[in-house]
C-alpha cells in the first residue's frame, strides 16, 4: 500500500527559508500536493505538482520532486509569522480498486519565531 | 455552495450513543472523501464516493461506521455506539476529478467528543 512520511516538527527565525520534507513509497503516483492546516481550520490546498515536473514554483514556495528518491519537498522563502501550522504532504494515486487514493502524510508542524 | 460545508462544527455525546455527521460537497464535484484526525495525528482515510460507482469503504475502522451519499451531492457519515477512541476531528473533502487532478477542497470539519 501506499504510505507517506513527513518529519514532525521544524522551528524557524521569521525572515529564514523553510524546507519541509516529504518521503512516499507509491511509484505509481500522478499527484503530489501541500496543505496547510491553521490551528482549528481545515485543510488548504497550498500547491500540487505532477509527476512528471521535478519543480514548481508559487511566489514564496517552490516544490522540488525528486521522482527516482520519491522525495518531495516544499520550501517557503522569507517565512513568516503567519505561516505557522502544520503542512501536510498528500499523493494521488489509482488503488487496485480503481479509487483514486488520496494519501496523507502526518504534517510537519511549522514553527516560526519572531 | 461556495466551499465544502460540514456539520456541525462540534459534537459532544455521551457513549454508546449514535451519531450522524453531514458534508455538503462543493456542487459539481463527483468525488467525496471522509477523513479522520486524531489530536495531533494525521488523516485517516475512512470512506471514498465517486459518481454512481459502489464506495470505497476500505478505511472504516469498524462495523459501527457506515456512510451514504443521497443524489450524488450531500453525504452523511453515521457512527453508532459511540466510544471515546472515536473522538476525532472528521473532515470531508470534495473534487472534481479532471484527469487524473484530484485537487481536494476540504470542509472545516466536525470535532466529535465523546464522554
Known sequence: GEDVEQSLFLSVREGDSSVINCTYTDSSSTYLYWYKQEPGAGLQLLTYIFSNMDMKQDQRLTVLLNKKDKHLSLRIADTQTGDSAIYFCAETSYMDTGRRALTFGSGTRLQVQP | ?115
Do not use: M
Not at chain 2, 495531533?40 to 459518481?51: A, C, V
Not at chain 2, 451531492?73 to 472534481?96: G, M
Open chain 2, 1 to 115: 455552495g461556495a466551499g465544502v460545508s460540514q456539520s456541525p462544527s462540534n459534537k459532544v455525546t455521551e457513549k454508546g450513543k449514535d451519531v450522524e455527521l453531514r458534508c455538503d460537497p462543493i456542487s459539481g464535484h463527483t468525488a467525496l472523501y471522509w477523513y479522520r484526525q486524531s489530536l495531533g495525528q494525521g488523516l485517516e482515510f475512512l470512506i471514498y464516493f465517486q459518481g454512481n460507482s459502489a464506495p470505497d469503504k476500505s478505511g472504516l475502522p469498524s462495523d459501527r461506521f457506515s456512510a451514504e451519499r443521497t443524489g450524488g451531492s450531500v453525504s452523511t457519515l453515521t457512527i453508532q455506539r459511540t466510544q471515546q477512541e472515536d473522538s476525532a476531528v472528521y473532515l470531508c473533502a470534495s473534487s472534481e476529478i479532471r484527469g487524473s487532478s484530484t485537487e481536494a477542497f476540504f470542509g472545516q470539519g466536525t470535532r466529535l467528543t465523546v464522554v
